[in-house]
């Protein structure tokens, strides 16, 4: 069976909503538009401003579980995100705009935890956005390996507890890890593979409630000796990739 591209999946707002794409347009040397955009900064952050930083510097799934239940949806004309959450009333602002993110702040504050650093603002990135890794990435992962992780589980683990990008339909399980430090050509773009995704508490949590219910490091740890899943790559080839194009390695 060749693998196909099942979805695409982008966070605007770092930790802060995932929304599902058709179609997207990736450059040379970028990470996937306006993925990571933004992201929020709390009262401990050291991030000097528009620069990259590491993830410790924001908001996150694994400090703050149910920030996982958050949506998105951005309108790129106006650069306006619309947040929801089960908890909260849906929520229209402007990450640029100083007095729309008081509005934000005062909305996600309620699902923070209130011994952990609070949100303070948003930071972005002069050039880039803000992934987990030091150059701009794109994370893929395989469907089969979700699927294989949650029979081992046996529960029934929502794919967006990964937060990738790309994801895959179509590979046997765990073959995605075989491609590190290979070419692979997904709709028009080449990507090389880099390196696995080392996973953090984020994924513990369901990303329809905001509730740790699943041990997935635990699990992962027990069937490869790491907590590896998925992986990362970079763009060497631009292109258009489209939910349902082709995906294969290269010779």
Not at 7 to 13: E, K, T
Not at 93 to 111: A, E, K, N
């Amino acid at each position: 069976m060749t693998p196909v591209v099942a979805s695409l999946q982008r966070h605007p707002l770092k930790s802060h909503g995932r929304e599902a794409l058709s179609h997207v347009s990736l450059t040379v040397g970028a990470g996937l538009p306006w993925d990571r955009r933004w992201a929020v900064a709390h009262e401990a952050t050291k991030v000097a401003d528009g620069a990259w930083g590491q993830c410790t510097n924001f908001s996150i799934g694994s400090k703050a579980p149910r920030l996982m239940a958050i949506g998105a949806r951005l309108d790129e004309e106006t650069a306006t995100l619309t947040l929801t959450h089960p908890e909260r009333p849906d929520i229209s602002f402007r990450p640029d705009d100083p007095q729309d993110v008081g509005r934000f702040i005062d909305w996600v504050l309620p699902i923070s935890p209130s011994d952990r650093a609070q949100p303070v603002r948003i930071h972005a990135a002069a050039d880039r956005g803000l992934t987990d890794t030091e150059y701009p990435s794109v994370s893929i992962i395989s469907l089969a390996s979700n699927r294989a992780l949650g029979e081992y589980m046996g529960l029934d683990l929502s794919a967006l507890r990964w937060r990738a990008n790309i994801w895959l339909e179509g590979l046997r399980p765990w073959e995605e890890r075989s491609w590190i430090g290979r070419h692979v050509r997904i709709g028009s773009a080449v990507l090389r593979i880099t390196e696995p995704k080392e996973r953090c508490r984020a994924t513990t949590a369901n990303p329809a409630t905001g509730m740790r219910d699943a041990d997935t490091l635990r699990a992962l740890q027990a069937m490869h000796g790491n907590q590896d899943f998925g992986i990362y790559a970079e763009v060497v080839e631009g292109g258009t990739i489209e939910v349902g194009e082709a995906a294969g390695l290269l010779a």
